[in-house]
């Protein structure tokens, strides 16, 4: 198999086989992200992508999960998808779990006759960066996303049958604008109701515009603190089930499990590291780049 650039898949995909699909992103312009600075986007060539499948069967004798990267593959044309999908249960049989990267954009500019398909065809599951509710932050960091039309492109997923894991990031909206980031969030979330989110706390990465911002004094970063109260205000205001995915290793505290079952512990354990923990009292969060 051939890998082009960083690689990058969510952490809970740890034990899935990578098909490099496309390279880079097709947006790649928010202010936070440098995951495909290097990149131009592009696809790969079908002949390259059948090559790696091919390869790889010869390598696993065992394969329940694949993930496609890059970044957001849902943008291809559904065609050339589906020949990939395809290829990877024809050469997987036994594989249960097809992933990807798509933007909630993505779902929205495909009928739901198309996504119907590419779930027939075994695309079960779509990781989904949303970042934050609150239209003016989503603006600001260059998302390229509505509020409005992240609830359409949802809709269109969970009519077709495809799981969403939706991650957002805690202290998005920095020092000033921490209150309005999480209750807009939760309140789009409310709509919403994706089967999986994976909230993260925000982790300046090197060269990007964000770094910049801090920086320069344009964006103030929020405290610990003020993540930890953000959490609560989730795990307190969320009214629906779905997967926590809280144990990014970034995050203050780790939080996992089916959503509200988690709910009083989860909260025990936010609270606590408001008080106890000596993180809650410091300036920033210190953590690592991606």
Known sequence: MRFEGKVYRPWIEWDSLLIQTTLGCTHNKCTFCNMFRDKRFSIRSLEDIFQDIEESRRFYRNVRSVFLVDGNVLALKTELLLKIINTVKDTFPECEKISLYAGLNDFRRKSVEELKELRVAGLTKAYTGLESGDPVILEGVKKGLTPEQAIEGMAKAKEAGIEVLA????????????QEHIEK???LLNILKPEEIAPMALTV???TELEEEIRSGQFIQATPLQMLEEE??????MNF??????????????CKGMFPGIKENSLRKVESAMVANPVAKMDILHNYAW
């Open 167 to 178: 991650s957002f990031i805690f202290g998005m909206g920095g020092k000033d604008r921490s």
């Open 185 to 187: 969030t939760v309140e």
């Open 205 to 207: 990465q090197p060269g």
């Open 232 to 237: 609560k205000y989730l795990l307190e205001n």
């Open 241 to 254: 089930e779905t997967f926590y995915w809280g144990d990014h290793g970034n995050n203050i505290v780790s």
